[in-house]
């Protein structure tokens, strides 16, 4: 008797602390979604003011994709930005457990994450579904609204660390405008000869004839090794 009553209050427990903890963290990242999206819009109207008289070719677009996603299109380049619906813990072995401070306050670690992804323009536009994207980066959000950013050093957030960064409308500008500097850096560049010189008249028909060679950007950005001293192909890349 003793054990089921320790087992439902050990629920009850989690329930009270963990359960609405994550609530908390999920309306915080739901808030700072509704914020982010807000500069992009703003972003869109106040560039295109200043361009829209050199060639409305270039001219950005913003996109609202619903609850969990939305977008910006700058040129040749689609940067996705993609709020996940669950929240999380860091694995033990993440950076974030050598600072003591999360280790005596670990309610402090529970985050939201909003992921921030480069495409190529025209892989959605023809619908060449073999073509490649890059996570660049990634916001995590807790408890009490501040945020680090895990990815390039040229995003411009110290990694990691909350408490530095809360979320306001001027450090999401600050995030979006370095996100689409870094994606404006690399150019496409050609494939090597000889990865292409042989192809089979199944990939003729099948892939060139429907615009759909693989194509992708290639930013030397590893998501799960990041070298923080400078990628060594620091180039977009078809394939």
């Given at each position: ?11 009850i ?20 979604f ?24 270039v ?16 040129a040749g ?19 974030i ?10 309610l402090m670690t ?7 992804y480069?495409f ?6 023809y ?7 890059y ?18 050093r040229?995003?411009?957030f ?5 408490g ?5 409308p ?16 690399f150019?496409l ?16 028909k ?6 759909q ?11 799960n ?15």
């Amino acid at each position: 008797m003793d054990d089921q009553k320790t087992t439902k209050q050990h629920i009850i427990d989690t329930l009270k602390e963990k359960s609405v903890l994550k609530q908390v963290v999920y309306d915080q990242t739901k808030e700072t979604f509704r914020i982010l999206k807000k500069v992009l819009q703003d972003i869109v109207l106040e560039y295109n003011e200043e361009i829209s008289s050199e060639d409305e070719r270039v001219l950005l677009e913003f996109r609202d994709r619903g609850v969990f996603e939305a977008e910006v299109k700058i040129a040749g380049d689609l940067i996705i930005f993609n709020m996940h619906s669950n929240i999380f813990e860091f694995p033990r072995n993440h950076e974030i457990w050598k600072d003591n401070y999360y280790v005596e306050e670990p309610l402090m670690t529970y985050s939201g994450i909003i992921n921030i992804y480069n495409f190529l323009a025209d892989s959605f536009k023809y619908n060449r579904l073999d073509d490649l994207g890059y996570l660049i980066g990634r916001m995590f959000i807790n408890k009490d609204a501040t945020f680090f950013i895990e990815g390039r050093r040229e995003l411009g957030f110290n990694f990691p660390s909350f408490g530095k960064n809360k979320v306001t409308p001027e450090n999401m500008r600050e995030l979006v405008e370095s996100t689409i500097a870094y994606a404006l850096k690399f150019d496409l560049l050609v494939p090597p000869y000889n990865d292409i010189k042989i192809i089979s008249v199944e990939y003729m028909k099948e892939k060139i004839n429907k615009h759909q060679v693989q194509t992708g950007k290639r930013l030397g950005f590893q998501y799960n090794a990041i070298d923080e001293s400078g990628p060594s192909d620091r180039s977009k890349h078809t394939k």
